[in-house]
């Protein structure tokens, strides 16, 4: 069911935001400035008709909360009337698209990689139309403009907090379903947390991952999880909205740690998930909004933002030592400061 935001949530705490850009081509897009009215002087920023398509609920405290903050974030500070439509399922993409398009809407975003393919379809027929897609890739279109967070800089901080608090050197990896981006971060995060747990003297660490073809299967989430523990697995990792939500309750029932992912889950249970790496959309939304609402969202461009965007803000409860909170300090420093080459660990 479509929901208009008409009343303000609590204020939300939001940093500047300078992006880059990988384009379709090449070019590099600038931050906007004040986004009172469009470049034209026609529309104000709450005259853009804007949706954002969700594939889980807002409330799943992972990656539809996520989103749903950065949409918050821009009705609070930028003035729009973002709308937002949750639990929008694979076969629905398209004509859930092709509904907003053809009722006029200036912006159509979605959240997951998963929309790529059925935006750049729609978007094909409604030019005027801009489609953004969160973790999209396709950009063949003057009038698509993906928004990439490159979550495998997320996972390294959540493999470093891994690392350094198992006992056993046993994770347990669990993603909603295989792509690419997802691929990419549960290597990134298993080869990370094993790395440092043998450096810690645990010479037989190794992770586990399985993938659940579901982001929303609560109680498969729990069986995946309780089999991994069973197995030996003494620190959780999961990436799968509401099925994530099963897999910590499985944690807190056998009594392991969880590094949560996406969003700040710590409140869940700060004795099973001891820290988190939350993913601050409501700077990176409100950047590109602002830059749409100024002209300045250029197509045929992915935007990307990461760590030295401060995108990705490690969470931690009293349950992490302050050397451990130094390490991943001091991570992320010498990311920013270029020591540091990520993709030598995807596996593809």
Known sequence: MKKSLSALLAALMVFSLATLS??????????????????????????????????GEVNDQGWNASNYAGLVACNQGLGTN??????????????????????GYDMIMA??????????????????TMFVVVNGANCDLDNLSPLFPKEYEASYLAGIIAGNISEKGKFAMIGGESNQ????LMSVYGKTAVSI?????????????????????????????????????DVLFVYANELGLGAIDAAIDKGIKVVGYSSDQTTIDPNTVVASIDFDFATMYKWAIDAYLNGQ????????????????????????????????????????????????????
């Open 22 to 55: 990988t384009a379709c081509g090449s070019s590099d897009t600038q931050a906007a400035g004040s986004s009172a009215a469009s470049a034209s002087g026609v529309k104000t920023s709450a005259d853009y008709k804007i949706v954002l398509i969700l594939p």
């Open 82 to 103: 973002m709308e937002y439509v949750e639990n929008v399922q694979s076969a629905d993409f398209e004509s859930t698209f092709r509904e907003y398009a053809e009722r």
């Open 111 to 128: 959240a997951g990689s998963q929309f790529d393919e059925a935006a750049a379809t729609v978007a094909a027929s409604y030019p005027k």
């Open 181 to 184: 981006a997802m691929e990419h």
């Open 197 to 233: 747990s043998k450096d810690r003297g645990l010479s037989d660490s190794s992770y586990n991952l399985a993938y659940a073809n579901s982001w929303s299967d609560v109680a498969l989430g729990k069986q995946m999880a309780e089999s991994m523990i069973d197995d030996g697995a």
């Open 297 to 348: 969202l250029a197509g045929h461009t992915v935007h990307e933002v990461g760590i030295k965007e401060n995108i990705f803000v490690p969470i931690y409860t009293d349950n992490v030592s302050q050397d451990v909170i130094d390490a991943v300090n001091s991570a992320m420093d010498a990311y920013k400061a270029g020591g540091v080459d990520l993709t030598s660990m995807f596996d593809n």
